[in-house]
C-alpha cells in the first residue's frame, strides 16, 4: 500500500468535466449501472400513467414494457428479485380485487355471467348485497381496477429490482444524507428478517421440530426479532466507529437554520401540491406555494450541503441515457395527465373492445427504450463462492 | 509518540458485579503491534472497545479514569470524532456492514470523512490488491463467504488510513492461507507506515510471532510484556511454545523458523524413538452394515454457480474426518447436505443407509446432528433451562440427559442464563448438549473452534475423543490445523467444489505446507504431528 497522501486543502478540485467528457464520448455504451434516480423518474413516470387508467390493453402494455426493461438491466444481486415479488403481489390483488367487486359491489350492467346464491340481508344493511347476479361488467370492472393497482405495485418492484435502494442514497443530497441512511437501513431490515426466519427455520428442522410453515414462521418470530435487533445495534455501533455522523466544524445554530429552511421549504411543497389537486383550494395555495417551498427547500439543502463532511466515492453520472430515461417517463405521465378520460378508460356499458388512443399507446411502448439504449450492466466478478 | 494511553481505567457495566476492566494503566507506542491475550470474557472486548471510545459513548457503563488516543480524550470525542484516528473491526463482520457492495463498503468510511473522490478511488484499488479482494470488487456482501467477508471488513477499516487499527479476533473465520495474508498485510502496515495495531486472538499460534507486545488480560487486570517473556509463564501457548518449553529451549522460540534452528538435537533423539500410531485408530464398527455416512455424486450450488461438483465421500463409524479447503471451497454445503438441510441438486447423501432430507422430526435427529457454524443458530429459547428441556422434549429423553451433557462439557452454567449472556465456548458447549441429547450416531460440526479459547477448546477435543471412542462418526468442517492433528483420523481437502485429497489425517497434513501443524513443520521430516505425541515418545524410554 502507498504512503497515506494527504490532499492540501487549497488545491484546486479536479477538473470534473473532463472526466465527464470522456464519459460522454467513449463511455455511453461503456458497461456501468445507470443513475438510480432515472430509473426511479422512469418508473414513477409510469406509475403516474398506470394510476391514470382503467384500460385493460394499456395497462397490459405498461406491464409488458417494466418487463421488458427489467429483464434487460437487472443486475444479478439480492435486490433484483423485488419485480418478481411485485408481480406475485399484483396477481394477488388483482384476485382480491375483482372477488370484491363481483361480490359486494352494486351489480353494473346487463350481461349476465352466471348467478350466485344471494345472501339475504336485513332491511337496514339496503345497498349491501352478498352474491346475486355477476354481470361480465362487473367483473371487467373489478379486473381493470386489480390491474392497475397491480401495475402501479409493478412500476416500484421494477424501479427496486433495476436499482438497489442504498443506490439511490448516494443521490440524495449531503443535507438528507442521515435521514436517507435511517431509511435505508430500515428497508433493508424486512430482507434480513426474512433470510433470518428462514435460517431459524432451518435451525429448528434441526433441533427436530417438525411443524408447518406458518406455525413454524410464528415459533421463529421470537429469535428472530431478538436477532434482528441485536444486529442493528451492532450496526449503529459500527457506524458510528466509522465516522456517520460527524458534524466537522458547524455550530448547533447553523445546522438548526438549515434544518429550519429545510423543513419549511418541504411543508409549502406539500401545501402546494395539495393546493394544487384540490379543485376548491385556494389559486394562491397552488402553484406559487409549490415554486416557493421547492426554493426555500432547495436554498437550505444547498447550505448544508455546501458544510457537508461528506464525499461520493464514485458518483453515477447524469449522461444522455439518463435524460433519455428520466425523459420517457416525464412524457408518458405527462401524456396520460393530459389525454381525455375517454381514451384512457376502458368502456363498461355498454361492453366494448378495448380502444385506446393512440397517443398514449405509443408513449408507452416508447418507454420500453431503455432496456435499448441504457449502458449495459458490468459483469460482476467472478462468483467463486 | 504515544498512540494510545490508559490511565487508571475502571469500566463497570451496570448490573454486574464486578468491573470489567479494573485500574488499567497502559501504555501503547506508535508503530507497534499488540497482541490481546486471555480467556472469553475476561474484558478484551471491553478493552479493545475504549480505544475509540464505543466504551462508554455507545456501551454506556460507569468508566473512571481515562484513555487518550493519539492525543484526543475518548470522554470527549465520541468514535465518530476519532474515526480518522482509529479503525475498528469488530468479531463478526456482516453485522456491520453498510453498504450492499464490496466496493461501495470500503469506500463508506472515506464518505464519512469526506476524502476527496480521486484519492479515494486509489485507496480503494490500493486496499482491494492488498487483501486480494479484487475479483470481487462489484459482488452484493450478501454472497460471500466467511473469510472474504473478515477480509472486506478489515479493509473496509484500512481505506480510511487510521493511525490505529482495532481487530477483534480478524482471523478466527479465515483458512490458513487467508489468516497469513491478512496477517502478513498487518505487519506490512506496521513496519511499512507506522500503524499501530491491536489485535486480539485466541489462535496465538497464528499470531504470538508478529506481536511486539503481548497484553494478558485476566480478570478485568492487565499486564503487558514481551512475547516470550509473556509467553513462558502463559497457562495457555502455542503448540510451538509448548513444545518450546518441553524441550526446554531458551529462549522460548515463538515462530516455527526459531524452533527449527533449535530442534536439531530434538529431531535427531526423536529420529531414534518408534513413530507415533497413525492418528487415533478407527474403532471396531459397531454398526455393520454400510458407511454411516456416504455422499456419492453429489452436486449442490446456486444458480449458476456450482459450489460442489460431484463429490464422494464416505466415513464409518470411529472414523473424524476432518473437511478442510480455503474459505468458498464448499464445506458449509457439504454438511448442510449430509444434515438434511438443503437435498443435493444431483447424486445421493446417505445416513445410516437413509436419505437426511426425507427424515424430519425424532428420526432425524436421532440419526444427524449439525452444529452449525454459529451455534446461536440453533439456540431460540430464553434460558439455557428452557433450551435443555425443549431438547430432551424433541429427542424423548429422560429429563436431565442434556442438563449432565453440558454439565461435562463445560461445568458451572447458571440454569437461568440467556443464550446470547454466554461465552463462546459457553454457547458452542449448550449447542452440542442439546445436539447430542438425541444421540445422533453421526455428528457435524462447522468450524467448532472458531472464538474458542485454549481451555474450551481442550475441553472439545477431549469430548470428540470420547464420542470416537464410543463409536460415533464425526465430521468436521475446519480451518484449525491443531485442531486436526488432536482429533482427526482422515483429512479431505476440497478446492473450488473437488475433493482434491482424500487420506489419512497424518499423510494429508503433512504433505501439505498450508495445512501441516505447527509440530509437524518443526520436526519435518519425522512423523509427529502434536507435542502430546512427542511427550509420549519421550516419556517410554525415560
Known sequence: ?385 | MTAVRFERVTVAYEGADRPALRDVDLVIPEGELVLVVGETGCGKSTLLRCINGLVPHFTGGAMAGRVVVAGRDTRTHPPRELADVVGMVGQDPIAGFVAELVEDELAYGMECLGVPADTMRRRVEETLDLLGLADLRARPLATLSGGQRQRVAIGAALTSHPRILVLDEPTSALDPGAAEEVLAALQRLVHDLGMTVVLAEHRLERVVQYADQVLVVADGRVSVGEPAAMMAGAPVAPPVVELGRLAGWVPLPLSVRDARRAAGGLRARLRALPPPPEGPSPVPALVSGPAAVSARNVTMGYPGVPVLRRVDLAAGPGEVLALMGRNGAGKSTLLTALAGVRAPAAGTVRIGGQDPHALAGRPLIGAVGLVPQEPTDLLYATSVARELSDAEGTAGTPAGTAGRLLEALAPGIEPSLHPRDLSEGQRLALALAVVLAAAPPVLLLDEPTRGLDYGAKRRLIDLLRQLQAAGHTIVLATHDVELVAEVATRVAVLADGDVVADGPAGEVVRSSPLFAPQVAKILAPGPWLTVGQVQRALAVPG
Open chain 1, 1 to 385: 500500500m502507498a504512503l497515506p497522501t494527504t490532499a492540501s486543502p487549497g488545491a484546486p478540485a479536479p477538473a470534473r468535466s473532463v472526466v465527464g467528457g470522456t464519459a460522454l464520448r467513449v463511455g455511453v455504451r461503456l458497461p456501468r449501472a445507470l443513475h438510480p434516480l432515472a430509473w426511479w423518474a422512469w418508473a414513477l413516470g409510469l406509475m403516474v400513467a398506470a394510476s391514470r387508467t382503467t384500460d385493460p390493453l394499456l395497462l397490459a402494455t405498461i406491464l409488458a414494457v417494466l418487463a421488458v426493461v427489467v429483464a434487460a438491466r437487472r443486475p444479478d444481486a439480492p435486490w433484483g428479485g423485488a419485480f418478481a415479488a411485485a408481480l406475485r403481489l399484483g396477481a394477488a390483488v388483482i384476485v382480491v380485487r375483482t372477488l370484491l367487486q363481483v361480490l359486494l359491489a352494486p351489480t353494473i350492467g346487463l350481461a349476465v355471467a352466471f348467478r350466485l346464491p344471494e345472501v339475504a340481508l336485513p332491511d337496514w344493511m339496503a345497498g349491501v348485497r352478498v352474491g346475486g347476479l355477476v354481470t361480465w361488467e362487473s367483473v371487467l370492472v373489478g379486473f381493470s381496477e386489480g390491474l392497475r393497482l397491480a401495475v402501479m405495485i409493478a412500476c416500484a418492484g421494477a424501479a427496486n429490482a433495476l436499482s438497489a435502494p442504498s443506490r439511490l442514497l448516494r443521490s440524495v443530497p449531503a443535507a438528507l444524507y442521515e435521514l436517507g441512511v435511517a431509511v435505508v437501513v430500515a428497508l433493508t431490515f424486512a430482507p434480513h428478517l426474512l433470510s433470518d426466519a428462514r435460517r431459524v427455520r432451518a435451525a429448528r428442522r434441526l433441533r427436530g421440530h417438525q411443524e408447518g410453515r406458518l406455525r413454524g414462521f410464528a415459533r421463529a418470530a421470537g429469535p428472530v426479532l431478538d436477532g434482528g435487533l441485536e444486529r442493528s445495534i451492532q450496526l449503529a455501533a459500527a457506524m458510528d466507529s466509522r465516522g456517520y455522523g460527524r458534524t466537522g466544524s458547524i455550530t448547533t445554530t447553523q445546522r438548526r437554520t438549515q434544518a429550519g429552511l429545510v423543513l419549511a421549504g418541504f411543508a409549502g411543497i406539500l401545501v402546494g401540491l395539495y393546493g394544487l389537486f384540490d379543485a376548491s383550494a385556494p389559486r394562491w395555495l397552488g402553484w406559487p406555494l409549490l415554486g416557493a417551498g421547492a426554493l426555500v427547500a432547495l436554498l437550505g439543502l444547498r447550505a448544508a450541503g455546501r458544510r457537508s463532511l461528506r464525499s461520493a466515492y464514485r458518483p453515477d453520472p447524469w449522461l444522455a441515457p439518463e435524460w433519455a430515461t428520466a425523459g420517457t417517463g416525464l412524457l408518458v405521465a405527462a401524456v396520460f395527465a393530459s389525454a381525455a378520460w375517454s381514451t384512457l378508460a376502458v368502456a363498461v356499458t355498454p361492453l366494448q373492445w378495448p380502444s385506446p388512443g393512440t397517443l398514449p399507446l405509443a408513449a408507452v411502448l416508447l418507454a420500453a427504450g431503455p432496456a435499448l439504449w441504457t449502458p449495459p450492466l458490468p459483469t460482476p466478478g467472478r462468483w467463486s463462492a
